[in-house]
């Protein structure tokens, strides 16, 4: 018989006691093992946009031309602003698990406040481009505008013809809708999260202060949801003329 | 339990520097994708124009995607194990994209005639839905009982 | 045994009077529900996954009836639709998938690798809430009006035409299915970061490979058919074009997707039958398992190559026939790493000291009837024979043979064989080998026929057949098959249940197991062990030779007492 290791003083060399779980040895374990697990999750999240981002790769290959005519109606300048906003929200989220890490607890909450607004500001100019596709009856369905040259000016008119397919823009603004539309939920989804937090640091709660890991987590899922936004700016706003 | 015992990771603090360093260079990288947009590039070789046009802003995404990832998500401090984990996902999407292997080589083209109504099935929500014909006259439709 | 240093024994025998383990430690309804512990939540999946279980057998049952008369007995057409996908929905989402990595990798893992937990408690009991709920909508769905169109929803049907309650139990999978990334996610950590002091790698349980694998596929495959099915949602409520071929959308892209979701979703239940076959075959034949890293690694290789084969699914769609030749060959290579599984076991029982115990009949019935199953698969991964197969009752059989004949009958085998570590109590080992039995020529019954009647033309999910009243023959045979395979499956539930009440106490290792499972009490500790265990050999350590000699000798002083035995050392000679 060789020797034991018992459990319950093996490792704590930290300080961290209140902060680690019964089932871990030691923080480092416990620190790594949930940020393992975030990024597991976050491969999930990849595979889960990534069917979206494959169904828009294959439409868009196949009809190149109404696709680019139905693009014309968004409007970059809105989507430049929003991608600036996130990626800034993006900063304020690590400088927040930075402070963390240094244990400033005000820094720390008004990081997470600045991010919060953030989102809400990218939530804000969504809900304004969002109205005036509604408004030109760019929504998919029954009521989906049939007439190209009043939805799209002159960009859908080639020699005097319309050029665009309307059932084909209608696949366009499906996949707009639907693929912002998941991320505008995931936005929602980080600012109740990004909120508990903030909830948990206002009250000094030791889950939070005693180890960043905790803000570092909201921190990785709010990084991705500003990832997916990388990709779906440049796909959906900055599509080349086809030639 | 304590068979990994890497430490290397712990409370890696990246300085304010480095953060905001990465920030300017992802904006200055959308700004950057933005003007590219606007201009009609030449093609090269047999890639015509609206290729490259299209890979530079997509190589583009992937660079700001990278610097995000390494950066921001602290991948480039972590542990082997979080590696892997990044890596995986991202390699399993390519194999989702496989399934355009399949739209490549075959012809896939918009098929006119979904929106007229066939007998018998009806897309939901049609008004006025016509009176189910009668069974036909080789009876594979009646039900028989005994 | 030499594998590990572990003084329980030695700890308990001072302790003796009340033993507290994690079923007596708390009684109150709250406890379980809001319990952390993984045996506990391991043990409402298992009453929750049981309950589906039995929904799903009836609408089975009924399927099965109206076939005995090539004109339907009891249901209309429209109702038969309904049965057969309630079968198909509640079987697969709610019960092969979840079965085996949810019950026994629940339960098993943390005790396997000598942890005291999985890594995210909670999140797991919020698994078993999410499947619940999944669940729960999955029958509301049932309940209000049924869905007709096949568990594998295909489109243009499901999105534009059913009027079904199609959107309500794809919400139900959707949710069901996050409840299976999350399992996945909590295996994968716990198996990286958890392992006792000197359980590396290639220490580690073959079940415990296994469910490793199983979790990548969980959750790197889930995703992908949960915002498939979340899209038909959006189509049928939106008006989200997506696959909607009358606006340019492909319809067989929805297949692309949900096959590349439930092609892997196929090795998701079938793996983690390999991860309890392993265990049993090594256990019983009283041997290490041969060639253990090629186990190891074939594991990972399924895993790897189920997600390069959807498109054998598609090959009478308008798949591109180039694809459909890469897919066929791909499905082929499918064969070698299952083949290098069953010959390995059946390498480890050879010159074995093999114990017939009812787990190792599930587990001998599971190498017949899975062999079968695999060969009938390569018919269908040709494309050739595919195209004269195909929507007969030949796939029917062979997915079944696979899905049945695979998952639950080492579903069954490791019901058996870790019973008394689950609950502490012995069951009765003669009425349980029988009713081995009695599944194992129930399953024959019911499905070999249908390889015969789909091989001469019958199609799948017709609900008449009187075009062929020939065929009635083999559907009352089938029909037969499965009642005495519905036989087989409630007297476990009537044996195991009086087991629990007067069932003698099974002791810490009534099999006489190797593993770090059997070193802690039955039923273990809250806590798993009592002190970490450090291990210091791989699990598979028996010494044939050695028992084989122990048993002769005990056979020999034993001769005036039990002169028919022969060395079978059973759970009744340890008590």
């Known amino acids: ?243 | 339990m304590a068979s990994n015992t890497s430490h290397s990771h712990e409370h890696h603090i990246v300085s304010t520097g480095t953060y905001f360093l990465t920030l300017i260079a992802l904006v200055v990288l959308m700004i950057l994708t933005v003007a590219i947009a606007g201009v009609n590039l030449p093609g090269i070789g047999p890639f015509s124009g609206t290729v490259v046009n299209q890979t530079i802003a997509l190589v583009i995404a992937i660079v700001k995607a990278m610097l995000v990832i390494t950066i921001f998500m602290g991948v480039k401090w972590s542990t082997t194990l979080t590696k892997i984990w990044v890596i995986s996902g991202f390699a399993c999407l390519t194999l989702l994209f496989g399934i355009m292997g399949d739209y490549v080589t075959r012809h896939y083209e918009y098929q006119p005639g979904w929106e007229k109504q066939t007998e018998g099935a009806l897309p939901r929500g049609t008004p006025n839905e016509p009176e189910i014909p009668p069974a036909n006259a080789n009876n594979l439709n009646v039900k028989i009982r005994h | ?575």
């Open chain 1, 1 to 243: 018989m060789a020797s034991i290791t018992n459990s319950t003083d093996h490792g704590h060399g930290h300080g961290h006691d209140s902060a680690l779980h019964h089932q871990f040895e030691n923080i480092s374990q416990q620190n790594e093992s949930y940020i393992v697990g975030m990024w597991v999750f976050l491969s999930t999240e990849v595979m889960f946009f990534g069917a979206l981002f494959f169904i828009y790769t294959l439409y868009r290959w196949n009809y190149q031309l109404d696709f680019y005519i139905a693009h014309e109606h968004l409007d970059v300048t809105k989507g430049a602003i929003n991608t600036t906003v996130l990626l800034f929200s993006s900063f304020t989220m690590v400088m927040a698990v930075q402070s963390a890490q240094l244990k400033r607890r005000m820094h720390v909450i008004s990081y997470l406040l600045v991010t919060m607004a953030c989102a809400f500001v990218f939530l804000g100019i969504k809900y304004f481009e969002y109205s005036s596709k509604i408004a030109d009856h760019l929504y998919p369905g029954a009521g989906f505008a049939t007439d190209g040259r009043a939805a799209f000016g002159e960009h859908a008119m080639e020699a005097g013809k319309l050029a665009v397919n309307m059932n084909h823009a209608q696949l366009f603004y499906g996949l707009y809708f639907g693929m912002t539309g998941l991320h505008a939920v995931h936005i929602i989804a980080g600012i109740l999260v990004i909120g508990a937090l903030i909830r948990l640091w206002v009250n000094e709660c030791k889950t939070v202060t005693l180890d960043y890991v905790a803000t570092e987590m909201v921190g990785l899922y709010w990084h991705f949801v500003d990832l997916v936004w990388i990709f779906l700016f440049p796909l959906f706003y900055l599509m080349p003329k086809p030639h």
């Open chain 3, 1 to 575: 045994m030499s594998s590990t240093v572990n003084p329980i024994g030695e700890q308990r025998s001072k302790t003796k009077t009340e033993e507290v383990n994690y079923l007596n430690i708390e009684n109150t309804i709250s406890s379980w529900l809001l319990t952390g512990d993984h045996k506990r939540i391991a043990l409402l999946y298992l009453v929750s996954t049981s309950f589906f279980f039995f929904l799903g057998s009836i609408a089975a049952g009924l399927i099965r009836y109206e076939l005995t008369s090539p004109a339907g007995v009891v249901l209309e057409s429209d109702t038969y639709n309904k049965v057969f996908t309630s079968h198909g929905v509640i079987m697969v989402f709610t019960f092969l998938v979840v079965a085996i990595p949810a019950i026994f990798g629940n339960f098993l893992i943390p005790l396997m690798i000598g942890a005291r937990d999985l890594a995210f408690p909670r999140l797991n009991l919020g698994s078993w809430y999410m499947y619940m709920t999944g669940g729960t909508l999955i029958l509301a769905g049932m309940i209000f009006g049924g869905v007709d169109t096949g568990w594998t929803f295909y489109t243009p049907y499901s999105s534009m035409y059913s009027n079904t309650q199609v959107s309500l139990v794809l919400v139900g999978i959707f949710i069901a299915g996050f409840s299976t990334i999350t399992t996945g996610i909590n295996f994968v950590v716990t198996i990286h970061k958890m392992r006792a002091p000197g359980m590396t790698w290639f220490r580690l349980p073959l079940f415990v490979w296994a469910m490793y694998a199983t979790s990548l596929m969980m959750i790197l495959a889930t995703p992908v058919v949960a915002i498939t099915l979340l899209l038909v949602v959006f189509e049928r409520t939106f008006k989200l074009p997506i696959f909607s071929p009358e606006l340019g959308g492909d319809p067989v892209l929805f297949q692309h997707l949900f096959w590349f979701y439930s092609h892997p979703a196929v090795y998701i239940m079938i793996l983690p039958a390999f991860a309890v076959i392993s265990e049993l075959i090594a256990n019983f034949s009283r041997k290490r398992v041969f060639g253990y890293h090629f186990v190891a690694f074939s594991s990972l290789a399924i895993a790897g190559l189920g997600f390069l084969v959807w498109g054998h699914h598609m090959f009478v769609t308008s798949q591109s026939m180039y694809e459909s030749i890469v897919f066929s060959l791909i499905s082929i290579l499918v064969a070698i790493p299952s083949a290098i599984k069953i010959f390995n076991w059946m390498a480890t029982m050879y010159k074995g000291n093999i114990r017939l115990q009812s787990p190792m009949i599930y587990a001998i019935a599971f190498l017949m009837i899975f062999t079968i199953g695999g060969l009938t698969g390569l018919f269908l991964g040709l494309a050739g024979t595919d195209i004269h197969l195909t929507a007969t009752y030949f796939v029917v059989a062979h997915f079944h043979y696979v899905m049945v004949g695979g998952t639950m009958l080492a579903y069954l085998g490791a019901l058996h064989f870790w019973w008394p570590k689950m609950t502490g109590r012995l069951y009765s080992e003669g009425i349980a080998k029988v009713n081995a039995v009695i599944v194992f020529i129930g399953f024959n019954l019911t499905f070999f026929p249908q390889f015969i009647v789909g091989w001469l033309g019958m199609p799948r999910r017709y609900h008449y057949y009187y075009f062929a009243p020939e065929f009635q023959a083999y559907h009352i045979m089938s029909t037969l098959g499965s009642s005495v395979l519905g036989l087989g499956l409630i007297i476990p539930a009537f044996y195991l249940t009086m087991s629990l009440f007067n069932g003698p106490k099974a002791g810490d290792n009534p099999w006489d197991a190797h593993g770090l499972e059997w070193e802690t009490t039955s039923p273990p500790p809250t806590t798993n062990f009592l002190v970490t265990p450090i291990v210091l050999d791989e699990v598979y350590d028996f010494d044939p030779e050695a028992e084989h000699a122990a048993d002769m000798k005990a056979l020999e002083d034993a001769q005036n007492e039990h002169p028919k035995r022969h060395g079978k050392a059973g759970p009744e000679d340890l008590n």
